[in-house]
């Protein structure tokens, strides 16, 4: 069935270190990606989407690309700050019509000045 | 921005009550959904709504939940008789159903059943 595989966490990195945290989907047709982040004590917020092949979603230094060969949709910083501190989700959906998302299990980043 | 406001930010309830979680979603939006997240869990998907019915509900949302559409600008997910293990953070959500446009989330609701 539809899922996200998502990097374990706790992911701690010092200030201006490079990101990954790598997530890979196993969905029907043709989904949309998104990067999901939780800063401490509030929602969901979007971070960054990715909705065909070979795109490349941005936002705030964060880069994503849709690779449909790998089923890969890897979040990458080059610079992390400690601000970035957060749980961050992967999730997809899977086709028009079929709205809902499907979420990884998170991954819990600590920043250290 | 407009944004999905969700009350109260925190519910405590005795196991067999019943309880109802409250969103007020962005205005134009007409997709709503709920999903929950037991600490430390995965966010899990409940139930869509659209046009005033389910459009799609997990097999967690079983008789003891229900959603609602009051009066047009509210969206509420009722549990009839809690359980321990309803204990969760509940997030409901908005969106125009399209999907290179996301879903806009609340802050959240967290539920503590006793």
């Known amino acids: 069935g539809n899922s996200v595989t998502q990097m374990e966490g706790p992911v701690t990195l010092s200030e201006e270190a490079f990101l990954t945290i790598n997530c890979t989907y196993t969905?029907?047709?043709?989904?949309?990606l998104f990067w999901y982040v939780q800063y401490p004590g509030e929602g969901l917020q979007l971070l960054l989407k990715a909705t065909k092949a070979d795109d490349k979603g941005s936002n705030k230094g964060f880069e994503a690309t849709y690779r449909k060969e790998t089923t890969s949709f890897h979040l990458e910083k080059g610079s992390v700050q400690v601000s970035d501190s957060a749980v961050y989700f992967c999730a997809f959906i899977s086709n028009f019509g079929n709205e809902k998302l499907t979420f990884g299990t998170g991954t819990r980043l600590t920043i250290i000045p | 921005e407009p944004e999905v406001t969700q009350t109260p930010s925190h519910q405590v309830t005795q196991m067999g009550q019943e309880v109802i979680l409250r969103c007020v979603p962005i205005?134009?939006?007409?997709?709503f959904y709920w999903y929950r997240q037991i600490l430390g869990q995965k966010v899990e998907f409940l139930v869509s709504?659209?046009?005033?019915?389910?459009?799609?509900k997990s097999e967690i949302f079983d008789d003891q939940f229900s959603v609602e559409r009051p009066d047009g600008s509210n969206f509420t997910l009722k549990i009839r008789s809690t359980k321990l293990e309803d204990s969760a953070m509940y997030f409901c959500?908005?969106?125009?159903?399209?999907?290179?446009?996301?879903?806009?989330f609340g802050d959240g609701t967290r539920l503590s059943i006793l």
């Open positions: 205005s134009n939006h007409l997709y």
């Open positions: 959500a908005s969106g125009v159903g399209t999907d290179n446009q996301p879903q806009h």
């Open positions: 969905a029907t047709g043709y989904p949309s």
């Open positions: 709504f659209y046009n005033n019915e389910i459009s799609e």
